[in-house]
C-alpha cells in the first residue's frame, strides 16, 4: 500500500492525501481548512483506508462551510455520491471537520465505505469531559491521592505520551475536555510574582508505609511522617513544568480537548507556610495569595480553558455566605483580574454547587458573570458517587428549579467500575437522555476513588502497561459517543466490537449482549443497595468505610443487606417494607424479585459468551470475556445474598425454622458463588487494593467474612461443603 502527500495553496491551505490499496480502487482526501483537529480527522481516515481496501475511485473532501445553518458548532453534515464516488465532510469548525472524519474512517473501518450515508449530526451535549484527579507530587495531592491508583500514576502525570495518548483517545470518543482536579495545584504548575518561593521544583513521590485510612475531607494528606521518604520521580524546574503543561494542553487544543483546573478548598497544601499563608480564611496573606495564583494561572496557560473551585470541604465554622464571599475575593477576583488584563480571552468559570443555592451563589458572583469575556456556569454532583445505581435520578430537582436562566454542567461519578471491563449500551444512553437538557451544557465523567491513568492491576502484562482509558475503551467510550449522539444505534456498538476483535457479527453480537447483561450487574446491585457516597458503597469489594458498615471491617454483611433501603428511583422495594408487607406499585420489584434479576443477567452473559472462540489464551478478547464470566460470579454472590438476607429479615420478623434454613441455604450459596468470584478475579487481576475511601479491598479476606453472614444467620459454615479460606 502507498500513500503520497500533496499541498496546493488556494484560498485556503489545500491539502490532499491519495491512499492506492492492492484493491482495484484509490481514495483522495482533501481538505480544505489548516487545522490540526481538521487534519487529525483526515488521519484517522487515511489510517481506516490503509487497513480496509476500497473498490473503485474515491474522493473525500473535508471542509468547512460557515453559513450552513443546519450544523452547529461540533457539529458536521455528510453528503454521499455514489454515482461520483465522493464524500463530503461538511461543517462550520474544525472539530466539526475532526468529528466528520472520525465518523467516515469508523464505517470504513467497521462496514467499509460503501455504507457511508448521508447524515447531519450536532452534538446533543455542548460539554463532554473527564474528571480527573490528578497526583502532581506528594507536596500537592488530590482528594484521591492516598491510595495505589494515585501512588502508581504521579510520573505518568509528568509524560508527554501519557497525555498524547489519552487525549487521542478522548478525541476519538467525542470527549472535548478534562478537568484536572487537585487541592492546591498552584505551586505545581505556576510562579506567581509576589509569591516566588510558592513554586515547587522537581516532582516527589513518598515511599512512606502509608496508613489504611485517611481523612474523607482531604486533611493532613502532607506531614512530616509522609515526607520523611521521599523520592524525587522527575527532576524538572518550575519553568520546565509550566513549558510541559502549556504543550499538553496546546496539543489538547489540536484534538478539540480543552483543559480546566479545579479545586477544591480552602487547602494550602506545597506552600509550606511561607509567606504565613494558611488554611485560615480569614488570613488576608492567603486571600491574596490564592487571587494572585488564579491570576496568574489563567496568564500563564493561553490554552486553559477555565478554572472551578468547589467550597466548604476545608471552610470549617464559615457560613454559606462568608464561604462565598472568600470564594468570590479569590478564585472570582483572580479570575476577573485575569479577564480584564485579557479582554480577547475567553475564560471559563466553573462554580460546583454544594451546600448552597444556586441563586445565591449567582449573586456573589455577578462582578464575574457580567464581565463579557467570563462564561459563569455551574457543576452539580448529579448521582451522588455512583451513576451505575439507576438511569433516572432525584438529587437535582431542587437545583433545577434555583437556576433560572443559568447552565450547569453535571459531575458523573463512578466510583463503583475500577477493575473489570465494563459496557452496556442501553444503560448509558437512558441516563443520558433523562438529564435535564435544558439547563444542561453537558458533564464530566470520572471518580474520586480511582485515578484513570495507566492501568496497574492485569497480572501477566508484558511491557508497557496500557492506559486505564484504552484497558476499559468499551465504557469510556460508551459515556462519550452517548453524550455526542445519544441515537447512535446498538448495530454500530456492535460493528466496533465485531472489527476490535477480529469477531464475526454473529459473536460480535453474542459479546454485545453478554457484555450489557454481565454490567447491568453492577446498577441492579447498587440501585437495590445504596450507600449514595464513595465511601459509603464500593460494590467490587462490598465494602464501605467501617461506621458505614456498622461493623468494625467495613465489609457489608447480611444485617447491613437487610437495613439498606434502595436507590431512590430503583424501582426496587427494600427488604424491611417487603417484610412488613407494605404495598407498592406492580412496577416496583421485590427483594427476591431482585435477585431474580441478576441471576439472570448473570445467566444470560455466560450463555451468550460461553461458545464465542478465542484465537488465544492472552490479549484483550479473552480477558474480556473473564471480565464477564467474573462479574457474572459477583452478580449470582449479590442475588443469593439478597435472598439470605430477606429471608433472615422474614424469620426475625415471623420466627420459623422454615424461612431460617431458607437463609442459611442462600448465604451459603452466596459464599460459594463469592469464594468462585475471587478464584476467578485474582487469576487476571491483583489484590489487595488500597483506596482512599474504603480502605484496603482484599477479597481474599472478604471471604472469610462472607462466612460470617452464615454464623449471624444462625448456621455453622463447617456444616457444609464449602470452599476453605484462602
Known sequence: ????????????????????????????IKVNAASAPAAFGAAEIRHSLETRPVEGDWQIHLGVDASNGNIRPEGFQLEVNKSENRIDVIAVDPAGLLYGGLEVAEVIRTAG???????????????????????????????????????????EMWSFEFWKEYIDTLARYRYNFVSLWNLHPFPSMVKVPAYPDVALEDVWRSNVK????????????????????????????????????????????????????????????????????????????????????????????????????????NMHGMDFQEKEDWAMATYGQGTLDAAQQKPDRKI???????????????????????????????????????????????????????????????????????????GAADFVREFVRNIPHDVSLGYYYGSDQYVWGREFLQRDVEGTRELEITKHWYQWMLWGRLAYAPQLSNERFRQIIAERFALSPSDASKLFDAWQNASMIYPTTTGFHWGPLDFQWYIEA?????????????????????????????????????????????????????????????????????????????????????????????????ADKIRGATELASFRNSPTPASNQKAIRHLVDAARHFHAYVSLATQDHLNPLWTNRVGIVDWKQTYAYTLQDIRIAGGDPADFELPPEF
Open 1 to 28: 500500500m502507498r500513500y503520497t502527500n500533496c499541498c496546493t495553496l488556494l484560498i485556503f491551505f489545500f491539502s490532499a492525501i491519495t491512499i492506492s490499496s492492492e484493491a482495484s480502487g484509490e481514495a483522495t
Open 113 to 155: 465505505i460503501d455504507a457511508i450515508k448521508p447524515t447531519l449530526q450536532n452534538p446533543y451535549m455542548q460539554m463532554r469531559g473527564t474528571k480527573f484527579n490528578i497526583p502532581l507530587d506528594v507536596r500537592t495531592p488530590s482528594y484521591t491521592d492516598v491510595c495505589d491508583a494515585a501512588q502508581k500514576n504521579i510520573p
Open 210 to 313: 502509608w496508613d489504611e485510612h485517611y481523612s474523607l475531607e482531604g486533611k493532613d494528606f502532607v506531614n512530616e511522617e509522609i515526607l520523611a521518604d521521599v523520592e524525587v520521580v522527575r527532576k524538572m524546574t518550575i519553568d520546565e513544568k509550566i513549558d510541559f503543561w502549556k504543550r499538553v494542553m496546546a496539543y489538547g487544543k489540536s484534538r478539540n480537548v480543552n483543559f480546566y483546573v479545579v479545586t477544591w478548598n480552602i487547602f494550602t497544601y506545597g506552600t509550606d507556610g511561607k509567606y504565613g499563608i494558611t488554611d485560615d480564611p480569614h488570613n488576608e496573606t492567603t486571600r491574596d495569595y490564592f487571587r494572585q495564583s488564579v491570576k496568574e494561572l489563567l496568564l500563564t496557560y493561553p490554552d486553559l480553558a477555565g478554572v472551578g473551585l468547589t467550597t466548604g470541604e
Open 348 to 422: 471559563t468559570f466553573i462554580h460546583r454547587q454544594h451546600m448552597a443555592k444556586a441563586q445565591d451563589i449567582s449573586r456573589t458572583f455577578e462582578p464575574l458573570a457580567q464581565q463579557s469575556n467570563v462564561n459563569f456556569i455551574f457543576s452539580f454532583k448529579y448521582a451522588k458517587a455512583h451513576v451505575y445505581s439507576a438511569t433516572t435520578q432525584p438529587y437535582h430537582d431542587n437545583f433545577v428549579k434555583d437556576l433560572g436562566d443559568m447552565k450547569t454542567i453535571w459531575t458523573l461519578r463512578n466510583d463503583d467500575v475500577y477493575y473489570f471491563r465494563w
Open 542 to 638: 462490598c465494602q464501605s468505610r467501617e461506621s458505614y458498615a456498622e461493623n468494625e471491617t467495613g465489609f457489608h454483611d447480611v444485617n447491613r443487606f437487610i437495613s439498606l433501603a434502595p436507590h431512590p428511583k430503583s424501582r426496587f422495594q427494600s427488604i424491611k417494607d417487603f417484610v412488613a408487607g407494605k404495598p407498592k406499585p406492580d412496577d416496583v420489584l421485590t427483594p427476591f424479585q431482585v435477585a431474580d434479576r441478576l441471576d439472570e443477567y448473570a445467566s444470560k452473559a455466560l450463555d451468550s459468551s460461553s461458545d464465542i472462540l478465542s484465537q488465544s489464551t492472552s490479549g484483550e478478547l479473552p480477558r474480556t470475556l473473564a471480565d464477564i464470566k467474573i462479574v457474572s460470579e459477583l452478580g449470582a454472590y449479590y
